[in-house]
């Protein structure tokens, strides 16, 4: 009842500013329109102005734009406290015209020292205090755009994909998207201001007629980290719905946005000069410098459709993989996509299963790619072609596939049915010297009243390798189906999946093959919203069998969360796994603790713990062992321009057979520091040290950015490894080489590189 009261107050006080009286609709009629539109009924709109002369975006609020400006002041609380009036108050300003779209925030503080800023690096603000904007710009409930700002004006945006999985909470956006839009802020006496201006180049949206206006899904959030994360939202949200995109408001009335196409150019120039140390003489050899050049095209086919092209593009990764232990693993390990390219558009590409269905990574050296990503109606679209030069560098001129390249094509299409449900496919084709590589997939995902979803997924392969003399081919196939329920207190969810033995795509990822497995879990979660905010248990079953109808794998498993006033969370689980491995049958007892306190700006602390039973994957003597692994990271923020991220991982394996001997003990210890010199320039280094390959890893890297296109990077790269572990200790005469023998750290790898690129856009 207290939510439904304050959702009327605010229903009226938003559509009393920047609208005619006259054009607003009765409490009926709109719940209606709601309905009609997916939308939980009773949504607040907004109209805003348009404004002749555009604000200055320099945080200051001072602009005669401002003053005409539609103004929110009526924010109730997400979290913690569903649906409570906002313990702060806030003034968002909002403005267009036919180029931008203008947000203003007053950001208010009635204790400043609360208050969460840093200087930091596009995207790199998530720990802040911040101002966000979401844009359903189909308002289709599929997708929407996420722009934010921080007191020190530091941007950063993102995708929220429907199909990323369903949250009640405020859901993560994907980062790798990069858009081009301006933002300023400043740190004032009762909190800050901040200025934001998004260009609708940057946006896909439906094309319009000429007057008429167009309708946006919309939200504003406002994160107050330092009050038990308390978020702070202009369209009421409820615990009850657990759709972050069907509680979205609507922002409505824009008219005469421009049509012109956005075109982009962005050229980017590298050079780099790489030493290694050759483990035959023990000298260490400098090579030349390489520099290279490559360009990027965009353009907008449509306001909704982006057509992506690059010669010669630089993947060189700026960013490195997260560190993962890759001791005693008997599957391979995933990592992420980092690049550029790949990124625009990733989420129309992106489907979720047992399997990765597209994994960019496979494609290591392309000279060319095109790539045609968007919207029509209501299908998204996503075509890749790339041209990889990577399969074809051999060493052996003689070799099947020298000098040849792989070509990949990936097509994507998916159409909206209603909120946040679509049904799609894919295909997929890799060939490279005869060989090749096909997948093709349907999939869709249906949403059932206001808590429940349905999906599926189903896909075959066909394959042959380029080495297969009687040009034999392999097909595989995989069916996954799920239900799951979401809601405030009760959720479970329970799913089935079949991978074929032969089920291979070398445009993507597959972890283990050869399984039908059946798993589910269940939870109920209590909302005291008191010193303990909310608490509950959960437990999870599954079973795993090979297509001979043997069981591989057992897993049961329960354990609770507790979330904590202060921003103190902990948590506890104990498992029972049965595995199968070479034949036999392993029984694994593990227990697992987990907590984080992250109560003021200057530092943050994780940390998570298991023990028990563990088996060694060794095919000749596997083994139950007793392992220990655990992982500790603390955020380090002296001051507001440095940060520091400390980070401890460790897994340890002992024999009970044998004394308890130790079989390993890997430690990573790993340290990413930050200092913002300027809000375009910084330096940051990592440093990291693993006992499992005795190796020392140093990284410097200074970043001029202009925008989030244009940029420029200098960058150090030193390698050492403890010399006894570097190739072999003996000569080329097979006698031992004094100089590999030694306990002293060699270095084995050396890089010094430059890249800048530069945005030109029309």
């Not at 719905?241 to 008219?255: D, K, R, V, W, Y």
């Amino acid at each position: 009842m207290r939510l439904a009261a304050v959702c009327g107050v605010v229903m009226c006080a938003c559509l009393g500013v920047g609208a005619r009286p006259a054009e607003a609709q009765s409490a009926t009629e709109a719940a209606a329109t709601d309905v009609s539109l997916g939308l939980s009924p009773g949504r607040p709109r907004v109209r805003p102005v348009r404004v002749d002369a555009p604000p200055v975006i320099d945080g200051r609020l001072d602009d005669e734009a401002w003053q005409t400006a539609t103004v929110l002041t009526e924010f109730l609380q997400q979290s913690p406290l569903d649906g409570a009036p906002a313990t702060e108050p806030t003034e968002v300003y909002i403005a267009y015209d036919s180029d931008h779209l203008y947000f203003g925030f007053a950001v208010h503080y009635s204790d400043p020292s609360i208050m969460r800023a840093n200087r930091v690096d596009r995207d790199r603000a998530p720990q802040d205090d911040l101002m966000t904007v979401y844009l359903d710009t189909f308002l289709d409930q599929q997708r929407s755009y996420d722009f934010d700002v921080n007191g020190y004006g530091v941007q950063g945006d993102g995708i929220i994909d429907a199909g990323g999985g369903r949250s009640q909470a405020i859901p993560f956006a994907d980062r790798s998207w990069d858009a081009l839009f301006e933002t300023a802020g400043q740190i004032v006496e009762d909190g800050y201001r901040a200025e934001m201006a998004i260009p609708f180049k940057s946006l896909r949206y439906p094309r319009r007629d000429a007057g008429e206006p167009h309708q946006w899904g919309f939200q504003i959030v406002r994160e107050i980290k330092g009050k038990d994360q308390e978020n702070d939202v202009w369209a009421p949200m409820s615990r009850d719905e657990p759709s972050f995109l069907a509680q979205m408001g609507l922002i409505e009335g824009m008219t005469g946005l421009s049509t012109s196409r956005n075109l982009e150019f962005l050229p980017t120039f590298t050079a780099i000069k790489f030493g290694a140390l050759d483990e035959t003489t023990g000298t260490f050899e400098t090579g030349d410098t390489d520099p290279d050049a490559g360009l990027n095209v965009k353009y907008g086919v449509t306001s909704n459709l982006i057509a992506d092209f690059t010669v010669n593009p630089d993947f060189s990764q700026i960013e490195s993989d997260r560190p993962q232990i890759e001791v005693n693993r008997r599957f391979p390990l995933f990592f992420s996509e980092l690049r550029p390219f790949f990124l625009e558009g990733a989420e129309i590409f992106s489907v979720r299963g047992p399997v990765t269905f597209v994994h960019t990574r496979t494609i290591v050296d392309p000279r060319v790619g095109a790539k045609l990503s968007g919207k029509a109606g209501n299908t998204a679209l996503g075509v890749l072609f790339a041209d990889d030069e990577a399969p074809g560098n051999l060493d052996d001129a003689g070799a099947l596939g020298f000098g040849k390249t792989a070509k990949t094509f990936i097509g994507r299409v998916k159409h909206d049915l209603y909120t946040e449900s679509h049904i799609g496919g894919m295909f997929t084709n890799r060939e490279f010297a005869g060989a090749y590589s096909r997948l093709g997939m349907f999939d869709g995902d249906f949403r059932l009243g206001s808590t429940h979803t349905l999906g599926y997924r189903v896909a075959g392969t066909q394959r042959r390798d380029a080495d297969d003399a009687e040009g034999g081919e392999t097909t595989g196939y995989l069916w996954d189906v799920d239900f799951r329920k979401q809601g405030r207190n009760l959720s479970y969810f329970v799913a089935s999946f079949a991978l074929s033995p032969d089920f291979e795509t070398d445009s993507g990822f597959v972890r283990r093959q050869d399984q039908k497995r059946t798993f589910g879990n269940i939870g109920y979660r209590w909302w005291p919203e008191s010193w303990l905010i909310s608490w509950g248990p959960e437990f999870g079953y599954g079973r795993l069998f090979d297509f001979d109808g043997v069981l591989q794998d057992e897993n049961t498993s329960g354990g609770v969360d507790l979330e904590f006033a202060k921003n103190i969370s902990v948590g506890a689980s104990a498992s029972r796994d049965l595995e199968r491995f070479e034949g036999i049958d392993f029984v694994q007892n593990r227990i697992k603790l987990n907590g984080r306190i992250n109560t003021n700006r200057a530092f943050q602390l994780g940390a998570g713990f298991n023990t028990g039973d563990q088996l060694f994957f060794d095919v000749d003597n596997p083994f139950l062992g007793r392992g220990i692994g655990g992982n500790i990271n603390a955020t380090l923020r002296p001051v507001s321009r440095f940060q520091s991220r400390l980070s401890f991982d460790v897994s340890r394996l002992t024999d009970p057979r044998n004394d308890d001997v130790e079989v390993f003990n890997v430690k990573i210890v790993r340290a990413q520091s930050t200092y913002q010199f300027t809000d375009r320039l910084l330096l940051r280094n990592i440093t990291e040290f693993n006992t499992f390959d005795d190796t020392i890893d140093l990284n410097l890297l200074f970043t001029y950015r202009v925008n989030a296109g244009t940029v420029f990077y200098g960058g150090y790269d030193d390698h050492y490894q403890q010399a006894d572990r570097v190739g072999n200790d003996l000569d080329a005469d097979g006698i031992d080489d004094p100089f590999l023998l030694t306990q002293d750290y060699r270095r084995t790898n050396r890089a010094v590189f430059m890249k800048v690129q530069y945005l030109f856009r029309y």
